[in-house]
């Protein structure tokens, strides 16, 4: 079943299934018909997202357990809602004593019936190693930090974790635990184990498993392997074989092994069940990288589309001015490439080495087999896929699947040829065409397509979109920096490219996972049209201790986060701090989460608390608030209306403006959005500040998809518009017959905006959309409402 809209819940012991059940009746005014779900999996206790699955095989009892689950179920369907689920079948949370399958595989080693479900590199030295000590081996061992448990059966590591003691060695320990007080009769016996326990900083170069990307407490599983695939998704498909569940979103695909035949086999599986479900991938697209229509699912989850709306948001006029001032202020380079290419270096050699040298030996294990290769050594081999892996300009290639011709990675082995050792130019192109064409090359391919993907994430999300501070409303999960802006033909085009091959893909502009909230950057894309008023607070601001990049990046945030009409809140200052130390550590430049500066931390953190109080900061952002505003008004019509499946992420129907986790996961307060405002109260323009306004917007966007179903199953087909403000419209209608669904929404119009969200009805002057034929003034489209959604 294709959902008409979902409505994203992150599930929590503090927020239950239970307490999800009691908002059916909102839901279903708001006029959502599926409910959609952050993993239910059993998670570790305390998780907060559920994506630290311990055991998928049962539905996790901290939100409610199996029959929580139900119940919620059934008090949904009562509404018509639905649910869509999130699965993780990339990893597992590992560590502490609670995966089961985990502690199995320290137990018996090769040896476990879990072997296989875990991506481990056993040779050559048939262990895993193990590096969770937080301090180096020999000091833990002799600081007491490793204990025998008093029943023999374990090593507890920091009061924390549990390491099984193999079972040729239980007697011994059991009958004697005390003998283990003393550290050289406890190394002894772990030098037996099927595990090396190491210091957590040994598992960049030495980790011999595969983790979601540097996270060592999340193992990835070979879900390849149909007993794998079997076991992780027993649950997700039993519930959505008796109609528990219509759908599956899928959690990180590219760190599959294979993902197009996993989203294949997926599809498989439900349509034996019960046909028509829904099924979207989580998936971050390069800037011309399209999903492959033969992986069969409906679309990815929405990253594309946020992209898209917000490129529409932004003034092109604004990119120089903007860039040249970063430039001057922060002293960094202006454009995103030159940022992002010393970031991949900095994670290749810092993050990634052990798994570079896994797969530059993958490699050499070919050119060792061939007398016309032999001599090609694995530094030789590594110093290119390094080159490679720089160069390469999305999540993975997918070497010679439909996916991709081959073009892309043979791009990148073009540019690291350019940059080469002496002698060493044509192997690029080499281990490309390896990867492209040789059956044998298939795990050394597997092994760089794994490593690409966590590569892009950390290097560009989480390290250059934080040290990146042109504008950062074009810094966000699967954004493109690069492109700045795009005009509302260009928007269109690209949304009717994406609707010919998925029409059903999700629509989102928030989630769990965004780096500000979607009403934050849309403010934000107003500074793209106020260029000058941005530079003059900047160069107003008085000197301070931090770097100068830094601050105007926390002051960004600041204004971006600014209420909508008030002054700020108690709480704000201390989410700008959370913000601040966050940004500064995913940066990496004076700051880390392995290394904290905690000195300089709390300066920036201060320097924060200065700008809240620096009356132009909050002035800036009160003049700009009814803006963006207006683009959020945009970006929830567009989302609403336009082809594909629109996502409200939690409590996003009211003003989001949330920053990064954890802040962007707080608590909804429902009871303050009931009841539901109604489209066309005058009432919702006066008090627009409180977000009554967006969400009577968006419920009555949805409420038009309920009623007039075939409208929305009609193509998008742009709207001709004349006169001088033109270039300020976006206009669409989906037609069937004499009755069409017609949007029209302002475009760049902060000069034309007061103190409400709405443009000046004489700023649109002779400005007309023809509709059916006939000519309709801009000036009575928007005359009484923000942006136009209705039927004609």
Same mark, same amino acid.
């Given at each position: 079943?294709?959902?008409r809209?979902?409505?994203r ?28 779900a952050?993993p ?16 998928p ?18 008090a ?7 649910i ?16 089961g399958?985990?502690l199995?595989v320290?137990?018996?080693?090769e040896?476990?019936?879990?072997a296989?479900?875990?991506d481990?590199?056993w ?10 000590l ?14 025998l448990?008093?029943d ?17 060695d239980r ?15 406890l ?14 900083r ?11 990307f540097?996270?060592?407490e999340?193992?990835a ?6 007993a794998v695939?079997?076991?992780v ?8 074989? !008796? ?11 590219d760190?599959l092994a ?23 991938v989580?998936?971050?697209l390069?800037?011309?990288?399209a ?20 490129a ?8 120089? *001015? ?12 202006g454009d ?6 010393r970031?991949?270096?900095e ?9 570079l ?6 490699f ?41 011709n081959?073009e ?17 130019a044509?192997?690029?192109g080499?281990?490309?065409?390896w ?11 597997r ?10 994430a950390?290097?560009?999300?989480d ?6 501070g ?13 492109r ?30 965004h780096?500000?909230g ?5 403010r934000?894309a107003?500074?793209? !049209? ?6 003059a607070?900047? !160069? ?27 002054? *700020? ?31 300089y931390?709390?300066r920036?953190i ?25 683009n ?18 939690q409590?996003t ?14 608590p ?13 109260d005058?009432s919702?323009l ?9 969400q009577?917007?968006i419920?009555?966007?949805?409420a038009?998809?309920a ?8 193509p ?33 119009t ?12 004489d ?15 801009a ?14």
């Amino acid at each position: 079943m294709i959902p008409r809209a979902t409505y994203r819940i992150q599930f929590h012991a503090g927020f239950t299934f239970a307490d999800a059940a009691a908002q059916a009746d909102y839901l279903a005014d708001l006029g959502i018909s599926h409910l959609y779900a952050s993993p239910i999996s059993t998670a570790r206790t305390g998780s907060m997202h559920g994506y630290d699955v311990v055991d998928p095989t049962t539905i996790n009892p901290a939100l409610g357990g199996e029959d929580g689950f139900r119940a919620m179920a059934a008090a949904l369907r009562e509404r018509g809602i639905g649910i869509i689920i999130d699965i993780v079948p990339n990893h597992m949370g590992v560590g502490g004593d609670e995966n089961g399958w985990w502690l199995d595989v320290l137990e018996h080693g090769e040896g476990s019936a879990y072997a296989r479900f875990f991506d481990i590199d056993w040779q050559p030295t048939g262990k895993l190693l193990a590096p969770f000590l937080g301090q180096p081996y020999g000091e833990a061992l002799a600081a007491g930090a490793l204990k025998l448990s008093d029943d023999g059966t374990a090593v507890i590591a920091h009061d924390a974790h549990r390491f099984p003691i193999r079972p040729e060695d239980r007697a011994e320990t059991e009958a004697d635990p005390r003998r283990f007080d003393d550290p050289a009769e406890l190394h002894a016996l772990l030098e037996r184990q099927h595990y090396r326990l190491a210091w957590w900083r040994t598992a960049g170069d030495e980790i011999n498993w595969r983790r979601f990307f540097d996270i060592t407490e999340l193992a990835a599983l070979r879900v390849e392997d149909q007993a794998v695939f079997d076991a992780v998704h027993a649950l997700p498909l039993r519930l959505y074989g !008796e109609g528990l569940i219509d759908g599956l979103r899928i959690d990180h695909v590219d760190g599959l092994a294979d993902p197009a035949g996993y989203c294949r086999r997926l599809r498989a599986a439900m349509d034996a069940l019960r046909p028509g479900g829904y099924l979207v991938v989580e998936k971050i697209l390069a800037a011309d990288e399209a999903l492959p229509i033969g992986w069969q699912t409906d679309g990815t989850s929405g990253y594309d589309f946020m992209n898209e709306v917000s490129a529409l948001l932004h003034d092109p006029a604004g990119e120089a *001015p903007l860039t040249e001032l970063w430039q001057r202020v922060s002293g960094r380079a202006g454009d995103f490439a030159s940022e992002e290419h010393r970031a991949r270096i900095e994670t290749l050699e810092r993050t990634f080495p052990g798994q570079l040298n896994a797969a530059a030996a993958a490699f050499h294990g070919i050119a060792m087999s061939d007398a016309e290769t032999r001599d090609l050594t694995q530094g030789m081999i590594r110093r290119a896929l390094f080159g490679m892996l720089l160069h390469f300009d999305a999540y993975r290639s997918y070497a010679g699947s439909e996916a991709d011709n081959g073009e892309r990675l043979r791009t990148a082995a073009r540019a690291a040829a350019d940059a080469s050792a002496p002698g060493e130019a044509e192997l690029p192109g080499r281990l490309a065409e390896w990867m492209l064409t040789r059956p044998e090359a298939r795990d050394a391919a597997r092994r760089f397509e794994q490593l690409s993907a966590p590569l892009a994430a950390k290097a560009v999300e989480d390290t250059a979109f934080y040290r990146y501070g042109r504008l950062l409303s074009r810094t966000d999960v699967g954004f493109d920096p690069a492109r700045f802006a795009q005009t509302p033909a260009a928007f269109l085009d690209r949304i009717a490219a994406r609707t010919r091959n998925f029409p059903h893909a999700m629509l989102a502009t928030a989630t769990h996972d965004h780096k500000r909230g979607e009403d934050v950057r849309a403010r934000l894309a107003v500074l793209s !049209e106020v260029p000058d008023a941005w530079a003059a607070l900047v !160069e107003g601001l008085d000197d301070s201790d931090i770097d100068p990049g830094d601050r105007l990046m926390i002051l960004q945030t600041i204004v971006g986060a600014w209420p909508m009409a008030s002054a *700020p809140a108690d709480d704000f200052a201390e989410r700008i701090a959370d913000w601040t130390r966050k940004a500064l550590r995913e940066a990496k430049l004076r700051s880390s989460w392995t290394q904290p500066d905690e000195a300089y931390e709390a300066r920036a953190i201060a320097v924060g608390e200065t700008l809240i109080g620096t009356p132009g900061v909050g002035a800036l952002g009160g003049q700009i608030a009814a803006a963006g505003a207006l683009n959020g008004l945009v970006q929830a019509a567009l989302r609403c209306t336009l082809p594909g499946v629109p996502d409200c992420y939690q409590g996003t129907e009211f003003w989001d403006l949330s920053l990064v986790d954890p802040d962007n996961r707080r608590p909804v307060d429902y009871a303050a959005r009931q009841p539901i405002a109604v489209w066309g109260d005058p009432s919702i323009l006066s008090d627009w500040a409180s977000g009554r306004i967006k969400q009577a917007l968006i419920a009555h966007a949805l409420a038009l998809r309920a009623s007039e179903p075939t409208l929305f199953e009609a193509p998008l087909s742009p709207l001709d518009i004349t006169g001088e403000r033109a270039k300020h419209l976006l206009a669409f209608e989906r037609r069937v017959g004499d009755r069409a669904l017609v949007v029209v929404t302002p475009l760049r119009t902060a000069s034309a905006v007061g103190d409400t969200p709405m443009v000046d009805a004489d700023w649109w002057g002779d400005t007309h959309v023809t509709i059916a034929g006939d000519r309709h003034r801009a000036a009575d489209l928007l005359g009484e409402l923000p942006v136009h959604v209705a039927v004609h």
